[in-house]
């Protein structure tokens, strides 16, 4: 006796593409455009936009370089300047940071900038 399997019970067959039939089958219907939602309206709000107001910073002002001592002899005259946190000793003619020393007396010390002279004297005790 040969070794063979019952017969199968036959199932009916789907048709996958039925659903996609029947949709298509249907009418086109336009959607009416009062029932859809205007993208572009959401989160508006009723006050009016006011535009942003710029104000500029102020720079911080610059540093200027304070005089802490003036040595003067009979041929030429020295001055000790601090300019942000740095001790320069310095002759007339001479250049530090970005100060060119136009002259040295025994009372002040003229510094030029590129855009203005500064004249600078030292603070005396008790000031």
């Not at 017969?7 to 219907?29: G, I, K, M, N, Q």
């Not at 005089?67 to 942000?84: E, N, R, W």
Request: positive net charge.
């Amino acid at each position: 006796m040969p070794w063979k399997s019952a017969p199968r019970a036959a199932r009916p067959v789907v048709d996958p593409y039925a659903s996609l039939e029947r949709a298509l089958s249907h009418s086109d219907t336009m959607p009416s455009l009062l029932a859809l939602r205007d993208p572009f309206s959401f989160g508006r709000t009723t006050a009016p936009r006011t535009t942003p107001v710029y104000h500029p910073q102020t720079p911080a002002p610059i540093p200027q370089p304070v005089v802490t001592a003036i040595v003067t002899d009979a041929d030429a005259a020295h001055a000790i300047l601090v300019y942000l946190g740095t001790s320069y000793s310095v002759k007339s003619g001479d250049l530090f940071a970005q100060y060119r020393v136009v002259s040295i007396s025994s009372e002040s010390v003229t510094l030029d900038d590129g855009r203005q002279q500064l004249v600078l004297k030292p603070n005396r005790k008790g000031d």
